[in-house]
């Protein structure tokens, strides 16, 4: 668990930690953990947490009225400024339930564009999360209001008050519509850029944030990109030139990380800022396989992928930090669901040879021989598959079905994304006939996991460090 802060005159905000969870919630080990990163993050002090488990949220103030109470409670001991909630909330119940408990509430969209507003530095990424703020804060303005009003009640301001709020409607409203206009130029522009770049082929990482994206830029490019232990490190694209063995130079880019339940609107807003990862033609998804939430991680970010309408030609699945996952047993499970996945840790360097062979051969690739499960109840997948692909066999199981299938590299976005599982029959083949270096890193890792340095794959490569194609602000 979590070791809670000493209380500190000093410190700027103290924060409770609150969520909800609901029947159709998957509730992970410690199902407060992400909260924590991105209320620190956010630059809050966590002084304490609380759950409640219900069939549904209470309509007028989201925890039941006991909860609320306890809350309350929890707030005077605690002497805290906000309580941040890791669902969403109705503006209704933000406002009843800082009437109750006498403190600011914040839910989750709000701190995530909190982090955002406070780490963007290009002028895309500026843009994009103003416009992303605004469009949350817009139903919310009686919020604000409500709170001036009581205010200016004493000298009867009722009146102008609510002209105010007309007026500030009217003003958001523009600034929305400006900001839309200047992104979607932005969008044109950078469009264009990306294609006139284009002198080679482009690998992008895309993952959820904290996976070891920036890491892994930096292992295999010496880019000197900003990595860290926070959330949302990273929230503009660096594009730098990588000299890969064997192949030539392709264009590697780091990206914003995901998030479960990313705000619809910064999604949306975010779009230029991920125009390199549109055009890529492979795409590196990094996992990371330390975490206990990984397959919820990994699904979450298909999830934006497809929100985002990037339709990657090809995906890797690429699973970071190795060196810390608890067990060889822990590992073996995400394997066995993705056993194409390549094990790496970016901060040790281990499996950056056989992670920088597999980028090669998907770069060169035309076709894969597959062995596709597919959910039965998934017929646009089953229908996909045969539209685009050479299905040889179909084998009903239990829970899903195989089908054997000949896919072009350019159609292989929804696979990845949708399927079950997949087996490369091509690379089981090369691995059986060589003796497979990626597993055999791999069992390095699993028995020397004390000593991650025993089994370093060595890595040497000339790199190039080259153009950024963010546009910083001062
Ligand atoms: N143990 C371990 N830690 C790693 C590894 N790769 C990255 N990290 C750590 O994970 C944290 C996040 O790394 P970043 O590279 O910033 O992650 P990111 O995916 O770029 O994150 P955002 O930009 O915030 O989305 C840092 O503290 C890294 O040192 C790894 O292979 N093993
Ligand atoms: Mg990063």
Do not use: C
């Not at 600034?175 to 770049?197: P, T």
């Not at 056993?339 to 060169?364: D, F, H, Q, R, Y």
Request: aromatic share 4%; glycine share 6%; no cysteine.
């Amino acid at each position: 668990m979590r070791e809670q802060h000493q209380l500190r005159d000093d410190s700027p905000e103290r924060s409770i930690l609150a969520r909800l969870i609901l029947p159709e919630h998957t509730v992970e080990a410690d199902p407060l953990e992400e909260l924590y990163g991105l209320a620190t993050t956010a630059g809050t002090q966590v002084v304490d947490e609380l759950m409640q488990r219900l069939s549904r949220p209470n309509h007028g103030t989201f925890f039941g009225k006991g909860k609320v109470e306890e809350l309350r409670l929890m707030v005077e001991r605690h002497e805290a400024d906000v309580v941040i909630f890791d669902n969403d909330l109705t503006p209704g119940q933000i406002r009843n339930l800082e009437k109750a408990i006498d403190a600011k509430v914040i839910d989750r969209t709000e701190l995530i564009l909190d982090i955002f507003a406070a780490g963007a530095r290009t002028y895309e990424a500026r843009l994009a999360v103003e416009l992303a703020q605004l469009e949350y804060s817009l139903p919310r303005l009686k919020r604000m209001w409500t709170h001036l009003s009581r205010q200016a009640m004493g000298v009867g301001m009722r009146g102008p008050g609510e002209k105010q709020l007309e007026v500030d409607r009217r003003l958001a409203q523009k600034r929305i519509h400006d900001l839309k206009e200047e992104l979607a130029k932005v969008e044109r522009r950078r469009e264009q850029q990306v294609q006139a770049r284009k002198e080679a082929p482009t690998v992008s990482l895309v993952g959820y944030t904290n996976a070891g994206k920036s890491t892994l830029m930096n292992a295999l490019t010496e880019a000197n990109v900003h990595a860290a232990d926070k959330l949302f490190a990273t929230l503009d694209t660096r594009t730098r030139r990588w000299q890969l063995p064997g192949w030539g130079t392709v264009l590697l880019s780091d990206t914003v990380g995901f998030i479960r339940d990313l705000p619809h609107s910064l999604v949306a807003s975010f779009k230029s800022t991920l125009e390199e990862t549109r055009q890529a033609e492979l795409l590196l998804h990094v996992a990371d396989a330390s975490s206990p939430t990984v397959f919820e991680q990994i699904s979450a970010v298909y999830h934006v992928l497809e929100e985002l309408e990037i339709e990657a030609k090809d995906t890797l699945l690429v699973l970071n930090k190795i060196d810390a996952v608890p067990n060889a047993a822990a590992l073996n499970r995400v394997l066995e669901r993705y056993p194409n996945a390549i094990p790496v840790s970016a901060k040790n360097g281990i499996g950056l040879v056989p992670l920088i062979e597999a980028v090669g051969e998907a770069l060169g690739r035309e076709f894969y021989d597959l062995e596709v499960d597919v959910s039965p109840s998934d017929g646009k997948l089953l229908a996909y598959l045969a539209a685009k692909g050479e299905v040889l066999s179909r084998k009903y199981g239990e829970e899903t079905v195989t089908i054997h299938v000949r896919m072009p590299a350019g159609a292989m976005g929804p696979v990845h994304r949708d399927a079950v599982a997949i087996r490369d029959l091509d690379e089981q083949r090369a691995a059986a006939a060589s003796g497979d270096p990626v597993k055999s890193a791999l069992g390095e890792v699993a028995k020397d996991n004390g000593d991650p340095s025993s089994s370093n794959v060595s890595l040497e490569l000339p790199n190039v460090p080259i153009s950024d194609s963010s546009t910083e602000v001062a």
